[in-house]
């Protein structure tokens, strides 16, 4: 529980302690030259990150995967021959992202290099964004993307598809994931001969309680607003505190189970078609469905609804 405590409040913490290093005078030149490094100089989010196996491997998120408990369910074999880009959903309000770290994943898949992409906007946060590199976190960008693809054979992104807009729709027993309109990540595994795996993560919706923002609603507009505006949303969710189960920041103690699907293997093109690319989505959608449809009896008793594609 307090390893949770600590990741959810963690860019909050970081924060402090990084004014808390203002307010000391003779550090002032350090925090400068670190500041220039990290915003203007370092280019480690775009290529591949720092993750520090020590870092990764640490008993921390071993304690932060039992909380809920996090587990996986591996398909297929995955080989270490090709690359792969993992496409995750749903988006929840906050992701658990360091599920694989701690749940055996370098085990069940050797030879793999995961690296789990998030917005370019969360390495301009002074020391969180080192959290993020060790962790092997990189940018989402297509520059990043890219890179991370040419490093070779066994290299691996987790891109969470519906971003933003999806997270406006993560609330307990539902699947509803913006899927239709994503098709960048489809042509980067096409151009780079990548294979496709569809990840299906239950009870990833279950550990927030969010706000009705249905479409139509004030909240739903203001929300919608800050996106087009800054590029992400904030949902507006709560939790359980740490020493009640009624209201805050931390997430429910609900079983996620994420399941990794057999592979969508893809032909390698540096220009691919539309028509193309929509191909490959409808198998990969069909896949997606097909995990859905196997495992919600077991790991979505609770569900309100059928997985849905809402756009």
């Known amino acids: 529980m307090l390893a949770v405590a600590i990741w959810s409040v963690l860019i909050v913490i970081a924060t402090a302690v990084f004014l808390l290093l203002c307010s000391v005078p003779p550090l002032w030149p350090l925090l400068a030259v670190y500041l220039i490094w990290a915003l203007y100089i370092d280019k480690m989010p775009e290529y591949g990150g720092r993750s520090s196996k020590w870092f990764r491997s640490s008993i921390f998120w071993r ?7 996090a587990s996986f369910l591996k398909e297929a074999e995955l080989p270490a021959d090709r690359p792969y880009v993992f496409g995750y959903h749903p988006h929840d309000s906050l992701l658990t992202v360091c599920e694989y770290k701690a749940t055996g994943f370098s085990e069940a898949f050797p030879g793999l290099k ?3 992409l998030t917005l370019k906007s969360n390495f301009n946060m002074p020391f969180y964004r080192d959290i993020l590199l060790a962790l092997g976190i990189c940018s989402v960008s297509r520059e990043s993307c890219s890179n991370i693809m040419k490093s070779g054979p066994g290299s691996a992104i987790t891109i969470v598809v519906g971003g933003a807009a999806e997270s406006l729709s993560a609330h307990p027993g539902t699947a509803d994931l913006t ?3 994503r098709l960048g990540f489809i042509r980067i595994a096409i151009q780079h001969g990548a294979d496709l795996v569809p990840v299906f993560s ?3 919706n279950d550990i927030y309680q969010q706000m009705p923002n249905e479409k139509g609603t004030t909240i739903y507009a203001l929300q919608r607003k800050f996106q087009s505006v800054f590029g992400f949303t904030l949902p ?3 939790g359980r505190g740490l020493l009640n189960y009624n209201l805050g920041l931390m997430p429910y103690r609900r079983r996620i189970v ?6 969508i293997h893809t032909e390698k093109c540096e220009k691919p078609s539309i028509e193309e690319v929509k ?4 198998r990969y959608i069909q896949e997606l469905t097909r995990i859905w449809n196997t495992y919600k009896d077991q790991f979505a008793k609770a569900r ?3 997985l849905n594609i809402i756009e």
């Not at 304690?63 to 408990?69: C, G, K, M, S, T």
């Open 304 to 306: 309100l609804r059928e």
């Open 179 to 181: 899927l239709r309109k």
């Open 279 to 282: 191909r490959v989505q409808e």
């Open 202 to 204: 239950f009870g990833e």
């Open 114 to 116: 995961p690296h789990l």
């Open 63 to 69: 304690y932060f995967a039992d909380y809920y408990p």
């Open 258 to 263: 994420a399941v990794i699907g057999k592979p």
């Open 236 to 238: 507006l969710f709560h």
